[in-house]
């Protein structure tokens, strides 16, 4: 994984519309709004000329709910179904 970046939430497009309500209360519950480094960087891909959320929808709403602005990302590096991707953007 390339180093983490930090990048404006406004300029990521979800790729998926749904989120788990366990998984983001646990998340909200160890939330640190002290420290940028409480949330995993999360991956993104440049996808029809938009930047993507590749994973971390969850992480990234929380960021979101706690008042962030930005969260830290990087380049996912993995090929993967892109044209799935596209259909779910």
Same mark, same amino acid.
């Given at each position: 994984?390339?180093?983490?970046?930090?990048?404006?939430?406004?300029? $990521?497009?979800?790729?998926?519309?749904?989120?788990?309500?366990?998984?983001?209360?646990?998340?909200?519950?160890?939330?640190?709004?002290?420290? *940028?480094?409480?949330? =995993?960087?999360?991956? $993104?891909?440049?996808?029809?000329?938009?930047? $993507?959320? /590749?994973?971390? *929808?969850?992480?990234?709403?929380?960021?979101?709910? *706690?008042?962030?602005?930005? /969260?830290?990302?990087?380049?996912?590096?993995? =090929?993967?179904?892109? =044209?799935?991707? =596209?259909?779910? /953007?």
């Amino acid at each position: 994984m390339a180093k983490p970046l930090p990048m404006n939430l406004d300029g $990521i497009q979800p790729s998926q519309l749904c989120i788990s309500t366990e998984k983001l209360a646990k998340i909200m519950k160890a939330f640190d709004r002290s420290s *940028h480094r409480s949330l =995993e960087p999360m991956p $993104i891909e440049k996808l029809s000329g938009d930047t $993507i959320f /590749v994973d971390g *929808h969850t992480r990234a709403f929380a960021a979101f709910l *706690h008042g962030q602005l930005e /969260v830290p990302v990087y380049r996912e590096c993995e =090929e993967l179904d892109w =044209e799935a991707y =596209e259909i779910c /953007v």
